[in-house]
């Protein structure tokens, strides 16, 4: 019996897509991702757990501390009488000099002129007048001011060809030592009175007016009261008479104590 070859059946086409719409493609899966946050809160518990074990058991087997005592001891006091005269001695005295500088100051004598552009009678005058009147007011003008400068007065007068300044400049309490040498080395300054607290002295070598040629000899005298600075400065075109300087001062100082 012959056999004849049987054709093999064709291939079946793929199915065609539904008439309704295009082809659906399924969308793809989002893929995973580790979560390190969790896994970092893990960590943290776990290393907290473990560490409160660890100090725990090493605490427990630390003896105790004792704790400080509650009671200290109580302040004393000195069983004697207190001298109200002593006591009254041993505080702080109060300012030396206090009220109007202006009435403190001398005033210029009959027959004298005003002196150039100054007050010729007892004026208040400003930190900033007060430094001008030296060659380095930027630089003083600072350091009154860091020094407690509370407040100044000052006169001037012309006689006898010499021009007379006086000035009171006072500092506040707390820079009551700044008005002893606030701005001269008294080292070198004789006295003009027994009591007074600085001297005076006469300069023998001149010097020039600020911005000009003019020459001048300056006889000074300072002294210090409390939180008051007083300086004297007598200007002349030759050498100052020192007893001029010394009644000056000598002046000065009465009407501060």
Known sequence: MTTEPVAPSPARPPAAPPASGPAITPAPRRPRRPRPVLLLASGLVLGTVAGTGVGYAIQSGRPPTPLPQLQVALPTYPSEVVDPTAAAAAAPSPLAIEGDLRKLLVTAPGGSKPWDDQPDKPSWITV??????????????????????????????????????????????????????????????????????????????????????????????????????????????????????????????????
């Not at 630089?139 to 007379?164: E, K, T, Y």
């Not at 003019?214 to 075109?237: I, K, N």
């Open 128 to 257: 900033g007048e007060l430094a001008d009147r030296t060659r380095q007011a930027a630089d003083i003008f600072n350091a009154l001011n860091q020094q407690g400068f509370r407040r100044a007065a000052a006169v001037a007068w012309s006689q006898g060809g010499l021009g007379i300044q006086i000035t009171l400049t006072q500092f506040k309490a707390d820079f009551a030592s700044k008005a002893d040498n606030a701005r001269w080395n008294k080292g070198d300054y004789e006295s003009f009175a027994p009591e007074a607290n600085g001297g005076f002295r006469i300069e023998n070598t001149p010097a020039y007016w600020a911005e000009t040629t003019d020459l001048y000899y300056l006889g000074l005298a300072v002294a210090q009261r409390g939180t008051v600075l007083m300086e004297v400065r007598v200007f002349g075109t030759k050498p100052v008479d020192a007893e001029v300087v010394k009644n000056l001062a000598k002046q000065q100082w009465e009407r501060l104590v």
